[in-house]
């Protein structure tokens, strides 16, 4: 069973970094893809950045280009998300999810993705 557990969330002003940590368990290949997600109070779920493990192929919405970071370390199960020059309007619960899928190209189905994180809150003050 694939379980995703994040971690890393806090409070920063604006112009800060965090580091948001996702471990993953339960694949016994590496054949899937990785996304962030973000949630804001009253806003619909949005798509932030997914990376395809086996490959490593990242990919960035455009309004994280430049700031963010997704990235992996496959021996410790391990993806991340590097936030930088952080904006008040990146305040959000932030989740990570998983679709199991042969191609890189799969990773952009974010209606697809079948496993998802706990989440855990950014929040950027001005």
């Known amino acids: 069973q694939v379980q995703l557990v994040e971690s890393g969330g806090g409070s920063v002003q604006t112009g800060g970094s965090l580091r948001l940590s996702c471990q993953v368990s339960g694949y016994a290949y590496s054949n899937y893809c990785m996304g962030w997600f973000r949630q804001a109070p009253g806003k619909e779920r949005e798509a932030v950045a997914t990376i395809y493990i086996a490959t490593g192929t990242p990919y960035y919405v455009d309004s994280v280009k430049g700031r963010f970071t997704i990235s992996q370390d496959r021996a410790k199960n391990m993806v991340y998300l590097q936030m930088n020059s952080l904006k008040p309007e990146d305040s959000a619960m932030y989740y990570c999810?998983?679709?199991?899928?042969?191609?890189?190209?799969?990773?952009?189905?974010?209606?697809?993705?079948?496993?998802w994180g706990q989440g855990t809150q950014v929040s950027v003050s001005s």
């Open positions: 999810a998983s679709r199991p899928y042969p191609y890189a190209s799969g990773c952009q189905a974010y209606d697809r993705y079948n496993y």
